[in-house]
């Protein structure tokens, strides 16, 4: 990387001493920027240094021009611009200091934008430019963006000042630069992208599949038809595949626009402990180790030693061993000389309580504060039913009945009377999975059920698994299977609970990961940012209220089709559904996403875990009354929305001025019509009309970004890092389903074992707990929702206030939390061995801290 602009600062000072007429109508200005140097190595900061050299000698520099708000009264043509050059004038131990001056004339009126040129031989990034001494003020220009030198870039870069215009009110001066600004970061939809380029464009997910290394590796093209509808992602233009030209190409290097790289300090922490390097690693490592992938662990004693004794690596050249200790730091730790261990440290729920696993009310609670808080679901008719053909996939009646579940709901005699009282809840897997069942069960060391989880909410507040139904769907010539399993107090029944509950796990897992995580925040807000980009200039105020949401998530996901979910990815080698994984999260977009359900409250509605009551806090009366994620995420959404508001309603007093926006209505229609183009003519969409309606669109995209990524994301290592928890796959069926005498007798002499084949190998595990660690880190340089303001807000007093207003809210909301988990009366967050839930506290440190509101979905 090159040079940082970090703060640019001017001072401007009037002329004086002088009679003539000319010189008194003159302002001279002189502007101070600010570099700081990037660590990119010694030897490219030794060539650097030398080029900057040379630079200095033949006067290669920036070139500035200023821009005026006002068109030239007589011509009715933007008046001509005033150039300057920055020139070098100190240096310090991580900066450098340049100046330029300028003249203005005092009828050039007000300075509406920087066009800058870099004419040094290496990109620059502009973090702002401040010009002070003009009456009424500073005027200050935010940037925050890379610019490329001349001989790469021959166009002018353009920053507009931080007052913040809509398209309406563009000063005259300015209104052909934001047009033409637009254009060029849409490009013309042509051509490879370099990775200095500025460009946002959308494709189809056609570069999952590798079939130039492996035929076997392809993978449908997500996107663009009506088998597999999908989100879109960004376009690179890589050349298509020589085996099938519907692909492109693999590289090292995915494009994604050049400001949404990761900032050098991201870059560096991602280097030493997250995917780019230490996965490569740790791969590479564990093959050595494990030449078969499907070795399971001997015994549980085995697996609590990755967080005692550690796990024994092979002997390294010290060259390798040093590299691995310098990419994966806080997972490999060197025991003595001659022993290198491979050691995890204990996630916090296992430092509390190490059954806690175990568990079958821990396994309750954690679907309501745990990694995935949002399959829980109101058990509303009776009997359960399946919506599925019942020709393909057999009888679609439940084999929970009341017999089996009416002896254990207490107080409530009848089923029918347990869900009028709201007290019978469910995770239901049934149909999502039962048609991936066949096709999955072809892939060696993997099965699939489709599954009924019913839980009985007690009087104590708390939730207690009443049952689980597997189904095995027709196969063949093979009849449909389906069994419950209960809670019991019998050996045999005892274990095959624990087994039927290890497949729920692998399931709500993947569902987690691939549904709740992928599709429904990283997948889904690509398509918001791209439209963002290409339709609201930077100086419209909905841009700039979006703009702390949109950080880093296109590189993220791009690291993410690299590494994650692409054909023989991490995510096929870990979780159930194997190659099929990525079909599955379509099938999900298809039938079940909505944007309009994607706000917590919908949400919450939808599944039944509350009703709007006027008189109820966040007017939602809850089902149940205790439960973590919805009381701390209505918190959080509704200080959201409640700046929200504040801040649309100043910008647009009237709903007119909305439905005139010119550049906001091309927004939500692309949004809708291209990035989301697959679901364009659904009926859910919400018009874009009142202030109401875009207060609910952005509150909605914000709560996405922030909070509902952070509930799923950053305790993924502490419920998932001791796998046995939250197994991402279940081996093995049952041993009910059509058992061999073989395989009865293993299983009633050994049932542990059998437990132990059916939770995921060895190198799954331990791949899949280093990618939880490295997924569930904050970065050092973490942006933490309501905690910095922008500068575009700090222009407008009113902006301003809001924002302090929603900074002292997110505050109390700290403090209200920690309360919470502090009240011996709410047992879902607070007990012996139990972990507080901390997953939308606001704020963090850096690490594995398990709580923390990013504004965005930056990891």
Not at 5 to 14: D, H, I
Not at 117 to 132: P, R, T, Y
Not at 182 to 198: A, C
Request: aromatic share 10%; charged share 25%; net charge negative.
């Amino acid at each position: 990387m090159a040079c940082v602009f970090q703060c640019v600062k001017a001072v401007m000072e009037s002329s004086s001493g002088n009679n003539d007429t000319k010189s008194h109508n003159l302002i001279k200005v002189k502007a101070v920027v600010t570099l700081k140097h990037s660590d990119d190595g010694l030897l490219k900061n030794l060539i650097d240094g030398g080029l900057q050299q040379v630079e200095k000698l033949v006067g290669k520099t920036l070139s500035l021009e200023l821009v005026s708000n006002e068109l030239d009264q007589e011509t009715k043509t933007e008046k001509e611009t005033i150039k300057g050059s920055a020139q070098n004038t100190e240096e310090k131990e991580d900066e450098e200091l340049y100046e330029a001056e300028f003249e203005l004339s005092t009828d050039f009126g007000k300075v509406g934008a920087i066009l800058v040129e870099n004419e040094q031989h290496k990109e620059l990034f502009i973090k702002n430019i401040v010009l002070h001494g003009f009456p009424d003020g500073p005027l200050n220009l935010t940037c925050n963006s890379w610019i490329q030198p001349n001989n790469d870039s021959s166009v002018k870069r353009v920053f507009f000042t931080d007052k913040s215009y809509l398209p309406s009110q563009t000063p005259k001066g300015l209104q052909r630069l934001r047009k033409e600004e637009l254009v060029l970061l849409r490009g013309n939809g042509e051509g490879e992208r370099k990775s200095s380029d500025r460009i946002y464009d959308y494709d189809v997910y056609n570069d999952l599949g590798d079939p130039d290394t492996n035929l076997d590796l392809k993978r449908p093209i997500l996107g663009g038809t009506k088998s597999y509808p999908y989100p879109r992602r960004c376009r690179t233009g890589r050349k298509h595949s020589d085996a099938d030209p519907q692909y492109e190409t693999r590289n090292l290097d995915f494009y994604v626009p050049r400001d949404e790289k990761f900032a050098e300090t991201k870059q560096t922490q991602f280097n030493t402990s997250t995917i780019s390097l230490g996965l490569t690693a740790v791969i590479q490592s564990l093959d050595t180790i494990l030449t078969d992938q499907n070795l399971g662990f001997a015994n549980f004693e085995d697996i609590e030693a990755l967080y005692k004794e550690g796990f024994n690596l092979p002997p390294f050249k010290s060259d390798d061993l040093t590299f691995i200790q310098k990419v994966i730091p806080k997972l490999i730790k060197v025991a003595n000389d001659s022993q290198n261990v491979l050691r995890f440290d204990p996630p916090e729920p296992f430092k509390r309580d190490r059954l806690f696993w175990f568990s079958d009310l821990e396994f309750a609670r954690e679907t309501l504060a745990g990694a995935n808080p949002y399959s829980i679901q109101l058990v509303k008719e009776w009997p359960l039913m399946s919506k599925l053909d019942a020709q393909i996939y057999g009888s679609p009646e439940s084999a929970i009945t009341r017999e089996i579940i009416e002896p254990h709901l207490t107080t409530y005699s009848t089923v029918e009377e347990a869900i009028k009282e709201k007290k019978l809840f469910m995770l239901d897997y049934h149909d999502l999975y039962l048609p991936f069942v066949s096709k999955v069960r072809e892939i060696e060391g993997t099965t699939l059920y489709g599954s009924r989880t019913l839980f009985f909410l007690t009087s104590e507040g708390i939730l207690k698994p009443l049952a689980i139904e597997l189904t095995r769907p027709v196969i063949g010539d093979k009849p449909q299977w389906k069994q419950v399993f209960t809670p019991a107090s019998h050996s045999t029944d005892l274990w095959l609970w624990r087994l039927a509950k290890a497949h729920v796990l692998a399931h709500d897992s993947g569902y987690h990961e691939l549904i709740s995580h992928w599709l429904r925040t990283h997948c889904i807000a690509e398509p918001f940012i791209i439209a963002t980009h290409r339709q609201l200039s930077s100086m419209h105020p909905i841009y700039r209220l979006l703009h702390p949401h949109l950080r880093y998530t296109m590189d993220i996901n791009s690291i993410a089709r690299q590494v994650l979910i692409n054909a023989n990815g991490i995510l096929e080698i870990s979780f159930t559904p194997k190659k099929y994984l990525l079909e599955l999260t379509s099938a999900v977009y298809d039938k079940l996403w909505q944007f309009d359900l994607q706000s917590l409250p919908k949400d919450l509605i939808n599944r039944g875990m509350a009703v709007e009551d006027p008189h109820a806090p966040h007017g939602l009366k809850l089902a149940i009354e205790d439960y973590p994620f919805a009381n701390d995420g209505l918190l959080i959404w509704d200080a959201i929305k409640q700046w929200v508001t504040e801040y649309v309603n100043h910008y647009y007093p009237s709903q007119s001025i909305i439905e005139s926006d010119e550049e906001l209505q091309a927004w939500w229609t692309e949004i809708r019509t291209k990035g989301h183009g697959d679901k364009s003519e659904e009926p859910w969409w919400p018009n874009l009309k009142t202030q109401n309606d875009l207060i609910d669109i952005i509150t909605t995209i914000a709560w996405v970004a922030s909070a509902h990524h952070s509930a799923v994301n950053f305790t993924q290592y502490p419920y998932g890092g001791f796998f046995p928890n939250r197994p991402t796959i279940a081996r093995n069926k049952m041993p009910t389903e059509d058992p061999s005498k073989e395989e009865w007798e293993k299983f009633i002499n050994k049932p542990e074992q059998t437990l132990l084949e059916c939770f995921p190998s060895q190198i799954q595990a331990t791949l899949f707990t280093v990618i939880l660690s490295l997924l569930s880190e904050h970065s050092p340089d973490e942006e933490y929702i309501g905690q910095k303001v922008e500068p575009s807000w700090t222009e407008n007093p009113t902006i301003k206030t809001a924002f302090e207003r929603f900074q002292m809210r997110l505050k109390e909301i700290e403090g209200i939390i920690d309360s919470r988990n502090e009240n011996i009366n709410l047992k879902n967050r607070h007990g012996a061995g139990i972990m507080p839930y901390e997953s939308l506290k606001p704020f963090s440190g850096p690490g594995v801290t398990g709580k923390g509101v990013p504004y965005s979905i930056s990891i």
